[in-house]
């Protein structure tokens, strides 16, 4: 089994952190510090940051197993995801729908939903200039450039943008040579999977993300049985990354809920 970098802050009751994809945990320390009294966990995802490579032939399912071993050591039923790591997390909700009290899915992604349809162009593009360049400064900057709009909502933040922009430029971008977020994303998300989220749920979604991000949410409040939507204003597709200080009380309060 591949190895997972795990890193906690503070002490509490426990939260685990799910990043999004070629991030790490390290981007969620900004918004730990507007959260005390919570023991933070944040766990790298195969093939990001201290973590091992992405295995040949994992799958979303699998991945979800290898998470839920965490939820189980750390006592961490209250979950946090942004992106590609909500689908991770709502796979573990869907699997095992007791282990996950409370869900928060920022931007949230569901497995074999259309994709946006120029973040594919984007990635086709990467694959192309990893031969070439290796991964580093133009990889980074290339996946940062809108469109897609996965970034634009950080371009108001420079210093958001700038520290994103240092933990990206050390993706290694394997996953493009051995194809192995193939595997991982051609998982399905369907209304029956969703209904079988038992976990309060609450979806964040920047009033300016891409359109297959809102979709995704309106998805979730209509087939997740406890599910709220909250519509941040003057955000895009990191709105918990980008706005930390207007969804610290939302989130308080929602992982307070859980008990």
């Known amino acids: 089994m591949n190895q997972l970098s795990v890193r906690s802050s503070g002490s509490g009751p426990a939260v685990l952190w799910i990043h999004g994809y070629t991030m790490d945990s390290s981007t969620w320390e900004p918004l730990w510090e507007l959260l005390p009294g919570w023991r933070h966990i944040g766990v790298d995802l195969p093939g990001h940051g201290g973590s091992d490579p ?7 399912p699998a991945l979800a197993r290898q998470i839920a071993g965490i939820v189980r050591a750390e006592q961490a039923h209250r979950i946090v995801s942004l992106s590609y790591g909500s689908s991770v997390a709502l796979q573990l909700a869907i699997d095992e729908p007791e282990l996950v009290h409370a869900l928060v899915a920022a931007a949230p992604t569901l497995a074999g939903a259309a994709p946006d349809a120029d973040a594919r162009r ?3 593009q990467l694959m192309m200039l990893k031969p070439l360049a290796g991964p580093g400064e133009q990889m980074a900057d290339l996946w940062m450039a809108s469109p897609p709009d996965i970034f634009r909502g950080a371009e108001g933040h420079p210093e958001l943008r700038a520290a994103l922009r240092s933990v990206i430029v050390r993706h290694s971008w394997a996953e ?11 998982h399905r998300h ?7 989220i038992q976990a309060r749920t609450l979806v964040f979604i920047g009033d300016e993300d891409m359109p297959a991000f809102v979709r995704n949410a309106e998805l979730l409040r209509d087939n997740v049985a406890d599910c709220e939507v909250v519509t941040l204003p003057r955000s895009g597709h990191l709105p918990l990354l980008e706005r930390p200080e207007a969804v610290a009380a939302d989130l308080a309060a929602h992982l307070l809920g859980a008990g």
Not at 54 to 60: S, V
């Open 54 to 60: 992405i295995p040949a032939g994992l799958t979303l």
């Open 122 to 124: 984007r990635y086709q």
């Open 176 to 186: 493009l040579d051995s194809g192995a977020m193939m595997t991982l994303s051609a």
């Open 190 to 196: 369907t209304t029956a999977d969703l209904a079988r």
